[in-house]
Antibody, heavy 120, light 106 residues
Framework: EVQLVESGGGLVQPGGSLKLSCAAS????????MHWVRQAPGKGLEWISH????????YYADSVKGRFTISRDNAQNSLYLQMHSLRVKDTAIYYC?????????????WGQGTLVTVSS | DIQMTQSPSTLSASVGDRVTITCRAS??????LAWYQQRPGKAPKLLIY???TLESGVPSRFSGSQSGTEFTLTISSLQPDDFATYYC????????FGQGTKLEVK
């Protein structure tokens, strides 16, 4: 059974840092591109980052570029999101999601999310 | 950047109704569009991909279609389980979601 389990969320002050993790199981993690998607309280979904299988190619939404870093450890079946210079508007549930195909493809599995609250 | 404009933002309907939700792309996206359902407190669930392909296990009352840059999710006969929020997504290197449609009980 495919499982994605996020962790690392919590309360952080504006300007602070936090690192999220996503533990993958039930599939060959190294064969899939992975994404982070967030959802502010009561708002819609916002895609924020994409990492390909070997970490060779990485993409970010403009809203997080230069502040967030996506990475993966295929040996540990884990995806990460290092977040710096956090702002109040970064407050959201952060989901990791698996991209099904190797090229442009939909997100077929999602984690349950981890809540990040940026507040003083 | 490609923008996805989803409408309506809220839709009131009753069990048994046929409903449609629309997503318009700001330019051609060659059918790279998915629909997700999200229930309160839960992660999104993939319903349809590549415009009209039903994800395994999704009831056949859900369907997707395209006309130019306009994409439609149709639920042919609403069931109690279907009241949720729906999102379209254009997926490529950079993904873009629509604003969401909350389907509520009339």
């Amino acid at each position: 059974e495919v499982q994605l389990v996020e962790s690392g969320g919590g309360l952080v002050q504006p300007g602070g840092s936090l690192k999220l993790s996503c533990a993958a199981s039930g599939f060959t993690f190294s064969s899939y591109s992975m994404h982070w998607v967030r959802q502010a309280p009561g708002k819609g979904l916002e895609w924020i980052s994409h990492i390909r299988t070997s970490s060779s190619t990485i993409y970010y939404a403009d809203s997080v570029k230069g502040r967030f870093t996506i990475s993966r450890d295929n040996a540990q079946n884990s995806l990460y999101l290092q977040m710096h210079s956090l702002r109040v508007k970064d407050t959201a549930i952060y989901y990791c999601a698996r991209q099904r195909g190797s090229a442009w493809s939909e997100f077929d599995y999602w984690g349950q999310g981890t809540l990040v609250t940026v507040s003083s | 950047d490609i923008q996805m404009t989803q409408s309506p933002s809220t839709l009131s309907a009753s069990v048994g109704d046929r409903v449609t939700i629309t997503c318009r792309a700001s330019q051609s996206i060659s059918g790279w569009l998915a629909w997700y359902q999200q229930r309160p407190g839960k992660a999104p669930k993939l319903l349809i991909y590549k415009t009209s392909t039903l994800e395994s296990g999704v009831p056949s009352r859900f369907s997707g279609s395209q006309s130019g840059t306009e994409f439609t999710l149709t639920i042919s006969s609403l069931q109690p389980d279907d009241f949720a929020t729906y999102y379209c997504q254009h997926y490529n290197t950079y993904s873009t979601f629509g604003q969401g449609t909350k389907l509520e009980v009339k």
